[in-house]
């Protein structure tokens, strides 16, 4: 009897898992969990000859969306940075990568959240510039660099004249699909700055769409499966976060749900707090005996991501780690541009763009960061005989805002103008008689390029090496491949550079180690030697009658 | 022919040898932490000098409270007599065959300089190394007291009562081989029993 009943019980919530799976099941055309099947309003039927008839079709309903957005530096590109004062965003600022933006909008804004942004003359208070698109498709839609934020509209030659070619993107299908932000869409921008996969960031690229556990913890599928937009929790299009302005230490509990906070909802203590790992009983009177205790009090130290990043560019995808551009322009023994690969077929040379070095699995730098980013930009004056930093982060020991971040550090080599003691935007990447990537010819470049940047340039330059640091915060490994403590709590360990902590295991008094080392074999040897007198003497100690 | 007295009661040689054990414990792991040397691990290391140094300290609240009830602390009040006569001993009578110069009882179970040495233990090293191990294990309640001393001062005490720890132990595990026969205290260690010629 009673295994039969098991039996029916069996089949019985089996048949309701079926059930319940067939009510969940979305169709693929509903994003999941939503009230509004796009592909049944009439608006978005289309046809649509361009990307801002589909940004009028949104607005048609969502009314404030457009406001929103250009309110965010997803638009401007542009930003005040309230800490330091500095005039920010991507439209003005400079790197070591691709170097700046000017003069090649057509090329790098392929990536800025509107169409038609080409030159000094985009319409910034045009409503259907914003490209909804670009966050809110659920596939089959790619802007190409080159095309001023427009997807290819007709089948064209991508790259130009390397004989491929990309069909063009079918708006109507993709309006009748939009959805909540993904790993991809932010990825398609986010996971290939620098002009290509994993480029910049390093703790970013393709393999965080569909990441195993090992990789990211939160991401992964079999993990929390989260979006970005899970952590960067966007409000008003406003998208929590920020490399330019970060947030370096959290010290509270985490955030309620409801709560009225003007706390950053992206960092790690947001959802779990800055005392993270479970404390054993009585952890307030003897509970440093507990591990959890311990590693919690690491919590006003270091930063989350120093132990629970163990490395970074950990999912097969390499992160550059410098680049030199004084090379850019040497041509082959036929005076033609060429291309040098690695054995994986990483390119590691590129006539266009000088020397690469790429990075994998790469175990990061570590140093005392209160979130303060100041930028070294184009008015600036430069001492070339040293490393120029292009970013310095802010933070020392003492400061209660200060943790230990682990960051990548990427070395540069890059023009800077031997009279002012500036670094030079060059022009590169638009096909035209003075981009470097078409003429290689740096002169025409960079008086293109500071022309268009407002930037003197002497016509003398040279090449300054440079650094530039970026903050490791995703990639976060599960918990059983966080670092062990003799990862740090070591000589020559992973904090060996890192001064104002006292470290067990990595510092200690030269002197007192010696001399106490010293005397402990002293005593050692003086004992020995008297038990050996000792055992010579045993004879003479028998005559004496013993 | 010798006689036997009754030296080390039952809870005077449980606290010594469970204090010898913690003690050898912790210097090794002790040692391990402060990158001397790498045999369990950090964090194995950490959680077993952290539970001896527990261990050690309530073996030490039981025998503090021992020593006063039974007026056995008076054994470690320092004298110099006959000090020069166990220096002289130990450096030529030992060799010589000469006569030991102190004969133990119950009321006087150490000879002057063990006196002095075990006085040192309890009054100087023990206190220090107690003491210093608290704020590195409490470290994080007191390091944003004002006026608070950098944790490598604190550091650098408890290395220093560790080496004093440590050489106490050389000598005293050799000193210990020097009664009438090389195993005599340890056995009264052991057994309570010492044998007295």
């Known amino acids: 009897m009673k295994p039969l009943r098991g039996l029916a019980g069996l089949l019985l919530a089996a048949a309701f898992a079926f059930a319940a799976h067939a009510v969940e099941a979305p169709s693929a055309n509903k994003a999941k969990g939503s009230t509004a099947d796009h592909g049944k309003f009439k608006e978005l039927q289309g046809p649509f000859a361009s990307g801002e008839q589909v940004t009028e079709a949104c607005l048609k309903c969502h009314t404030e969306a457009a406001k929103q957005v250009m309110a965010t530096r997803h638009w401007t590109w542009d930003y005040a940075n309230p800490a330091t004062g500095q005039r920010l965003g991507k439209k003005t600022m400079l790197n070591s990568f691709c170097i700046a933006d000017r003069s090649n909008e057509a090329f790098c804004n392929a990536c800025h959240v509107g169409y038609g942004w080409k030159d000094d003359k985009f319409d910034f208070t045009s409503e259907r510039n914003v490209d909804c698109l670009a966050c809110h498709n659920t596939g089959q839609y790619a802007k190409i660099p080159g095309l001023a934020g427009h997807p290819p509209y007709a089948r064209m030659e991508y790259p130009p004249k390397s004989g491929k070619f990309v069909g063009p993107v079918d708006l109507a299908a993709v309006a009748a699909r939009v959805g909540r932000t993904s790993r991809e869409t932010c990825g398609a921008c986010h996971f290939y700055g620098g002009g290509g996969d994993g480029v910049k960031h390093g703790d970013l690229d393709s393999s965080l769409k569909q990441p195993p556990r090992k990789l990211d913890v939160h991401m992964a599928k079999d993990g929390g499966n989260f979006t970005c937009s899970t952590c960067h929790q966007t409000e008003s299009h406003k998208v929590a976060g920020s490399r330019v302005a970060p947030t370096a230490a959290d010290p509270h509990r985490p955030i309620v749900r409801g709560e009225q906070t003007a706390r950053n909802p992206a960092t790690c203590q947001a959802c779990h707090g800055d005392r993270p790992h479970a404390e054993g009983p009585g952890a307030g009177l003897v509970g440093s005996v507990g591990t959890g205790t311990r590693l919690n009090n690491h919590a006003r130290t270091l930063a989350c991501q120093s132990c629970h990043i163990p490395a970074f560019a950990r999912g097969g995808v390499p992160t550059k780690m410098a680049w030199d551009w004084s090379t850019a322009g040497t041509m082959n023994a036929a005076g033609k541009p060429f291309v040098k690969k690695d054995a994986r077929g990483h390119v590691v040379f590129d006539s266009k763009k000088g020397d690469f070095t790429l990075g994998e699995n790469v175990v990061p730098d570590y140093l005392w960061f209160d979130g303060r980013v100041e930028y070294t930009l184009v008015a600036d004056r430069i001492d070339p005989s040293a490393t120029v930093p292009i970013n310095r982060f802010g933070g020392s020991p003492r400061d209660p805002a200060a943790r230990i971040w682990p960051v990548k550090r990427f070395r540069g080599k890059q023009p800077y103008d031997l009279a002012h003691l500036t670094l030079l935007v060059p022009h590169t990447a638009i096909p035209d008689d003075t981009a470097l990537w078409f003429n290689f010819d740096w002169d025409k470049a960079l008086a293109a390029g500071t022309a268009a940047a407002g930037q003197p340039f002497s016509g003398k330059f040279g090449f300054a090496a440079t650094e530039m640091l970026w903050p490791i915060t995703h990639m976060v490994a599960p918990k059983e491949d966080a670092l062990r403590c003799a990862e740090c709590h070591a000589r020559e360990g992973r904090l060996q550079g890192v001064a104002g902590v006292y470290l067990p295991g990595r510092d200690r008094l030269e002197w007192l180690d010696r001399a106490g080392f010293a005397l402990a074999g002293l005593t050692l040897l003086g004992v020995l030697g008297h038990g050996a007198l000792r055992v010579l003497t045993r004879g003479r100690r028998k005559e004496n009658g013993k | ?197």
């Open chain 2, 1 to 197: 022919m010798s006689e036997r007295i009754y030296i080390f009661k039952r809870f005077e040689r449980f606290w010594h040898w469970t204090q010898a054990l913690l003690i050898i414990a912790m210097l090794i792991t002790g040692f391990e932490i402060h990158g001397s040397w790498r045999l369990f691990g950090f964090k194995q290391a950490v959680g077993l000098h952290t539970a001896a140094a527990w261990a050690l300290i309530t073996l030490w609240v039981f025998a503090i409270f021992w020593h006063f009830t039974t007026g056995e602390w008076r054994q470690y009040i320092p004298t110099l007599k006959n000090a020069d006569a166990m220096f002289r001993y130990y450096v030529l009578g030992i060799f010589t065959g000469a006569p030991h110069p102190f004969r133990a009882t119950q009321l006087k179970k150490h000879n002057p300089l063990q006196r002095l040495a075990y006085l040192l233990v309890k009054l100087v090293i023990n206190p220090l190394v107690w003491a210093s191990g608290l704020a590195l294990l409490y470290y994080p309640a007191w390091h944003d007291a004002a006026g608070a001393p950098a944790l490598g001062s604190v550091a650098l005490l408890h290395t220093l009562g560790a080496f004093m720890m440590l050489i106490f132990l050389i000598a005293h595990v050799y000193l210990a081989t020097t009664g009438h026969t090389p195993l005599a205290h340890i056995k009264a260690m052991i057994t309570g029993w010492e044998e007295v010629e």
